[in-house]
Structure formats: structure tokens, C-alpha cells
């Protein structure tokens, strides 16, 4: 993910079960999709909603930090990056901690 925002707010809303962040990104809203993917603070989401300033996702209640952002916390957005965007550095397919014997 590239980073296209420095930190923005965002809204958590809860309908039902379903936890969504509105986030006010206007310099990464205009570069996503719906259905695309979206970096929020480091997590991978998908993109569920999208307006001229502002993008949505949902995020689990249970197994993410970002089901507790309060109204107004703000959080770190980015985009994709695109298989014709320069890369500096390496891609690695696995990543290896420790080695066991």
C-alpha cells in the first residue's frame, strides 16, 4: 500500500452487526473503488462505500483495533500499489521470523 493521505478522521458507525468506519480521505477517496482494497492504519480493507471526500469499510468488532476508533480518531489511509507503480526495495512472497531446530 502507498500512502496517499496523512492521518484523517474517521467515523465509526454500527448498524446490526456491521461495524463500518466512514473515513474523510479527499486525496485517497478519488484513487478507490468499491470493492477495491484500502489501507486503513496498516489493515487491508475493502472499500464498501465510496464519496467525493470520504471512503467506508467495514472492520470486525472482534478481531480488529479499528472496531475501536472513537468518533473523530484518526487513523492512517492508502491505496493499492499498481503492478506499473516503481517499486524501491524488494517483493517477498514469504517471510521468514526464526528458525527452528
Excluded: K, W, Y
Aim: proline residues 6%; contains cysteine; charged residues 15%.
Amino acid at each position: 500500500m502507498r500512502a496517499a493521505n496523512s492521518d484523517c478522521a474517521a467515523t465509526p458507525t454500527v448498524t446490526g452487526t456491521t461495524n463500518r468506519l466512514i473515513i474523510e480521505a479527499p486525496n485517497t477517496a478519488d484513487a478507490l473503488v468499491v470493492g477495491g482494497s484500502a489501507s486503513v492504519s496498516g489493515a487491508c480493507l475493502s472499500v464498501v462505500e465510496l464519496g467525493n471526500s470520504f471512503f467506508c469499510v467495514e472492520v470486525s468488532p472482534h478481531r480488529s483495533t479499528l472496531a475501536g476508533v472513537p468518533p473523530g480518531g484518526l487513523v492512517s489511509p492508502g491505496v493499492s500499489v499498481q503492478g506499473r507503480d516503481r517499486l524501491d526495495g524488494h517483493l517477498v512472497h514469504e517471510h521468514v521470523d526464526a528458525v527452528d531446530r
